[in-house]
């Protein structure tokens, strides 16, 4: 469920129309729902409830300040996989013991910041990293906490790039491997392995990976208590997909029964992840029509949001929902299936202005016909939008907007030109 609806020919978020917020800010322009991002939250906590789970709102999917000083807000902590998450969930309060750090390459500076913050968990990912920590960990008289990453060699779940648990990806220990590195480990004592951490990649819309991967882990949870780790952390990440063509997501339940037994059965602290599941249908991306095109027997949108602010079409090949802010008479409400051309819409490339043909947000998309200024909101863009926007072409960011109920406020300011070259102009040969 989602606070983005069509009520009168126009679009809400929440109470607020967002034509306005874009009449007052522009566009390119990011727009989030706070009671969306609390609801998402809140059913992950409700499900899990009975095993009392340590969520951590996954920081890479949309860190922005004022989303994540919500989420802690709300008894979230936070997942991060670098110093500058790191810094981002200590920006907002959170304290060390709610955070877990991931990532294949954790230097020693960010382990040390780590380690001084007293995070909560390293997500280890390979025996070098075992060694580099246990290092930093002697030299600050500390034991660092740590879960292995497995890579459990599951079938190909979702997109080849977002699925983090087949074999020959980057991420884990092979889990062929990991009973003989732990067992390196026994004696260490600055490192103290105390949980196992699966991350299966991303949106999965299905329960049966978690099911195998923790079928899995019940195993490698056995063997390395036999070997002396004190086993008491199940960190099964994130995952969990959303609405992104129509209802496809699985409730947060349905995650919950395949997931609750298997950490009581064990006896373990459960950690969950979740990014995308908050995040994802919480915003949308709104965009202006600059021109209309046609060329090559095809029709062309050119409006102004484009994959520097949203690159998941052209990297993922991700399909994102796309209507007018205020449609046409006859077009009121977006369709159900947006594969099913409806009547009187035109088949069109959705493109932005940036200087590649990969830039579209959208390719044969059924849309109503569609004028200059015109207003399109692109929908479950709060995941993996912002956070991966960049100024490719020297486009300035976007502005971010929280909306709750008849409120709103900038929550990210515009980029300026000034601000794309401040970090160079002290240095121009004079
Ligand atoms: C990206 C990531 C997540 C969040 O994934 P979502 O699909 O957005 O829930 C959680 N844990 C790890 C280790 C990740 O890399």
Known sequence: M?????????????????????????????????????????????????????????????????????????GAGFDVTSNGELHRALTVGSSGEKIVFAGVGKTEAEQRRALSEKVFLFNVESEAELLALAQVAKTMGVIAPVALRVNPDLPPKTHAKTDTSVKGVKFGLDIHSVLEVAQ??????????????????????????????????????????????????????????????????????????????????????????????????????????????ESGGKLFVIQDAAMNDLIRPTLYDSFHRIWPVEPPKGFEVPPEDYECPGEGTLSVDVVGPVCESGDFLAKQR???????????????????????????????????????????????????????IANEVEYIAK
């Open 184 to 293: 390196k480990f026994v004696k260490q004592s600055n490192l103290e392995i105390c949980g196992i951490h699966m991350h299966l990649g991303s949106p999965i819309l299905s329960v049966e990976p978690y099911r195998q991967g923790i079928a899995k882990a019940k195993t490698l949870v056995a063997e390395l208590r036999k070997q002396g780790h004190p086993i008491k952390v199940l960190n099964m990440g994130g995952g969990f997909g959303i609405h992104y063509r129509k209802k496809e997501a699985l409730p947060a339940q349905a995650f919950a029964e395949v997931i609750v037994p298997a950490v009581k059965e064990m006896g373990c602290k459960l950690v969950l992840e979740p990014g995308r599941f908050i995040a994802g249908n919480a915003g949308v991306l709104l965009g202006k029509v600059i021109y209309t095109k």
């Open 2 to 74: 989602d606070h983005f609806q069509y009520k009168a020919g126009k679009l809400l978020c929440e109470q607020v129309s967002v034509q306005e917020l874009a009449d007052t800010y522009g566009t390119p322009l990011y727009v989030y729902s706070a009671a969306t991002l609390v609801h998402h939250l809140r059913q992950i906590q409700l499900a899990f409830k009975e095993v009392d789970p340590l969520i951590c709102y996954s920081v890479k999917t949309n860190g922005n300040l004022s989303i994540l000083q919500l989420m802690r807000e709300h």
């Open 366 to 420: 059924h849309l109503p016909p569609l004028n200059q200024g015109d207003l399109l909101a692109v929908f479950s863009a709060g995941a993996y939008g912002m956070a991966m926007s960049s100024n490719y072409n020297s486009r300035p960011r976007a502005a971010e907007i929280m909306v709750s109920g008849t409120t709103h406020r900038v929550i990210r300011r515009r980029e300026t030109c000034d601000d794309l």
